[in-house]
């Protein structure tokens, strides 16, 4: 087995109304910055062992379809890295 460490990025899918990225980006463009668009995102940093990177996406990717995101609202990556 080998020590990987699994991001899993989560974000409301395009449609979905997303009230924490509106209000951000009101505020940065009163700040004077020029966005076109801001959506807000969860990140998960898992640690887990298994045998190949493949493995431990598959691990990650359960997870993500099983707790983390609601596959009904949310997309969601996942990346893999040795730790």
Known sequence: MTAYTAT???RLKHGVLDP???TTQRA???LEFDLEDLRSADQFEIDLDA???DAAAD???EMAERLLAN???HDYE???AHR
């Open 20 to 22: 924490e990225a509106e």
């Open 51 to 53: 045998v190949d990177a």
């Open 78 to 80: 996942v990346d893999v």
């Open 59 to 61: 691990r990650a990717g």
């Open 8 to 10: 899993v990025t989560v």
């Open 28 to 30: 940065l463009e009163r």
């Open 71 to 73: 596959p009904t609202i």
